[in-house]
């Protein structure tokens, strides 16, 4: 595709169910970053790959929380045993090269609400 | 004190004015920065880089000051469609992470 796509765009979901967002990046592009942002925020870091290696996963905020990219092209964030304070925007967000991960691409972005 | 700081705003301006937004890091390692757009419930988007020496495109002039740690935005002859969240991004040397600011309001009026 043209740009950085999301699925599902809208997600609604009952505390304690597990979700599984799913990213597709820009065809060729190496870096792929996930970040969650709340609403009058910026963008959160959660964890970036290149190819398929997770490179750093330091802004997930707990063990709930798990990303792959096992192809190094589609990534899905995973959030376990959801919690209502997991309800945020996540966004995914793609780059040509890791040296260039301010200048990325990102997806219309999850809007996930729970319940 | 926040990694990058940014004045939320709103900013209010009428048509045809010049507006200037800065934002602050406090890694005085920092090594490249950069300008994004944020249209209401959309996607971020890329509007510019921020090179040391400045840089320009069209309406829009981005610079960097080293020595206070801060980069800035200037627009000139403002449109309503400039109307947007501007948020600045910053990578700390030998750091893949980018740190965004909150963004800052800027509503353009008639």
């Known amino acids: 595709g043209a740009g950085v796509s999301q699925s599902p765009r809208y997600k609604v979901t009952k505390r304690g169910q597990d979700v599984a967002l799913r990213c597709d990046p820009i065809?060729?592009?190496?870096?792929l970053y996930w970040y969650r942002q709340a609403l009058g925020q910026g963008p959160e870091f959660l964890t970036y790959?290149?190819?398929?290696?997770?490179?750093?996963k330091s802004g997930l905020p707990n063990d709930r929380f798990s990303a792959e990219r096992p192809e190094g092209s589609i990534s899905t964030l995973t959030i376990q045993r959801t919690e209502q304070r997991d309800s945020a925007m996540y966004r995914c967000?793609?780059?040509?090269?890791?040296?260039?991960?301010?200048?990325?691409?990102f997806g219309p972005g999850t809007r996930l609400t729970v319940l | 004190r926040k990694e990058v700081e940014q004045d939320p705003g709103p900013f209010n301006v009428p048509e045809g004015a010049t507006v200037a937004f800065n934002c602050t890091y406090s890694?005085?390692?920092?090594?490249?920065f950069f300008w994004y757009r944020q249209d209401c419930r959309k996607e971020p988007k890329l509007l510019m880089s921020?090179?040391?020496s400045g840089n320009e495109d069209g309406r829009f002039t981005a610079q960097l000051n080293r020595a206070s740690q801060y980069i800035s935005l200037l627009i000139r002859d403002s449109k309503l469609s400039d109307s947007a969240t501007y948020l600045c991004v910053v990578n700390a040397g030998g750091s893949y992470i980018p740190t965004f600011g909150r963004g800052t309001s800027l509503i353009v009026h008639p």
């Open positions: 921020v090179y040391s």
């Open positions: 790959f290149n190819y398929e290696a997770q490179q750093d």
């Open positions: 967000a793609s780059s040509v090269a890791e040296g260039l991960a301010g200048a990325s691409y």
């Open positions: 890694n005085s390692a920092s090594q490249s």
């Open positions: 065809s060729g592009h190496v870096s």
